[in-house]
């Protein structure tokens, strides 16, 4: 279970972490930032590159940032926030995880764990990825 508050406080850490972001291509800054069961966090933002292909998302940045850190430690709540004064086409969707994010946050982290996005609230995580591929 995790507080309102705490949550409240990992969206501003994910707001933070936007201003690390290295995206010279689209312009668009995502930071995000995960709370373990450690009482530690995490945090990431999307790192983009000239050969477009090798950009790694925000939240993949944070997940494996916490899993080297803190391997041992459960993933509790991830918070997500997209956006950038330079970057105009932003919609309701451009907030969302991508899929594949939702993917890699489902290995490290349990279906009703919350996902917090900016702009739109908390959903558990098993809403967002009702389908998750397992081996
Ligand atoms: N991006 C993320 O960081 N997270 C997502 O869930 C979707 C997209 C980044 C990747 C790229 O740097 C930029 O947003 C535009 O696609």
Redesign the pocket.
């Known amino acids: 279970m995790t507080d309102a508050s705490a949550i409240a406080t990992l969206g501003d850490a994910a707001r933070a972490a936007r201003a690390h972001a290295h ?1 010279p291509y ?1 312009k ?1 800054h ?1 930071g995000a930032a995960v709370l373990l069961d450690n009482g530690q966090s995490a945090i990431g933002a ?1 790192i ?1 590159n000239a050969s477009y292909g090798l ?1 790694c ?3 993949r940045v944070a997940i494996f940032a916490a899993r080297i850190q803190h391997p041992r430690a459960r993933i509790i709540a991830l918070a ?1 926030s ?1 956006g950038s004064d330079d970057f105009v086409h932003e919609t309701h969707n451009t907030r ?3 899929g594949a ?1 939702r993917q890699v946050m489902m290995e490290f982290m349990a279906p009703e764990a919350p996902v917090w996005i900016d702009g739109v609230g908390a959903l558990p995580l098993s809403d967002l990825l009702p389908t998750p591929f397992k081996l």
């Open positions: 995206a689209s668009f995502v999307n983009e950009t998302c925000a939240e997500v997209a969302m995880p991508c994010c």
